[in-house]
């Protein structure tokens, strides 16, 4: 008996073997497919205040970051263009001249200078948010891989706070009253193979309209792929 199945196993695989036409080979194994890419997102980037009152004046760079997970969905397969959603954190900071208080009497967060005979070496504003980020990504699919990835995002604030360094001591402040708790606006990028510039323009301000200082929130740096 079982030299009986031996046999029948090996006439199914000859058989097998003549019904394959000529010349082209047996695919055990699926053609490769493009797998997903660019899921880990890191930007590095300078932030700045649109609309700042004149007496605010900001340092050139200040450095903040954003780093974020996505999730691609291609719509064909050979199709360069994609789809892509994630999860990220961002922090914005903003070097600045003064800072931010609050009159209980308006209700109104309106910006102050530091007075002269302050000796103030560094003061910043930290604002730090959890974003939900979405792309639609072209990327060819050579190995130069120029990308132009349009996007948005919006976030809500988990953290604010203010870090002054004097000659002789450093004060933190944490809180501060009007600022608004969501941020949300386009995101751009473009660049080849693992690098990209980067840019963001804020649709929403650091505080609530009409309850403090105007400012828009921008930024600008480079962005840098994961596998």
């Known amino acids: ?83 892509a959603w994630g999860v990220g954190f961002a922090s914005h900071n903003v070097h600045n001249n003064g800072h931010f208080i609050h009159n209980e009497e308006d209700d109104f967060t309106e910006f102050q200078t530091f007075a002269a005979t302050e000796e103030v070496e560094k003061n910043k504003l930290s604002m730090n948010y959890i974003e939900v980020p979405i792309e639609l990504r072209f990327r060819t699919r050579n190995d130069a891989k120029f990308r132009i990835y349009a996007g948005f995002k919006g976030g809500v604030l988990v953290n604010v706070h203010s870090k002054t360094v004097y000659e002789d001591k450093t004060i933190k402040q944490k809180g501060f009253e009007n600022t608004a708790t969501f941020r949300y606006g386009p995101t751009a990028r473009i660049g080849f193979k693992k690098v990209s510039l980067f840019a963001f323009y804020s649709l929403s301000e650091v505080f609530e309209p009409g309850d403090g200082v105007k400012l828009i929130p921008v930024s600008a740096g480079l962005t840098f792929f994961l596998p």
């Open 1 to 83: 008996m079982k030299r009986i199945n031996l046999f029948l196993l090996a006439m199914v695989c000859s058989i097998m073997a003549f019904a394959q036409p000529a010349g082209e080979p047996t695919k055990l194994i699926p053609e490769k497919e493009e797998v997903d890419k660019d899921n880990f997102i890191i930007d590095l980037y300078t932030s700045h205040w649109l609309e700042a009152p004149d007496e605010l004046k900001m340092r050139g760079y200040s450095l903040g970051f954003n780093f974020a997970f996505m999730k691609e969905y291609a719509f064909t397969k050979t199709s360069p263009f994609r789809f």
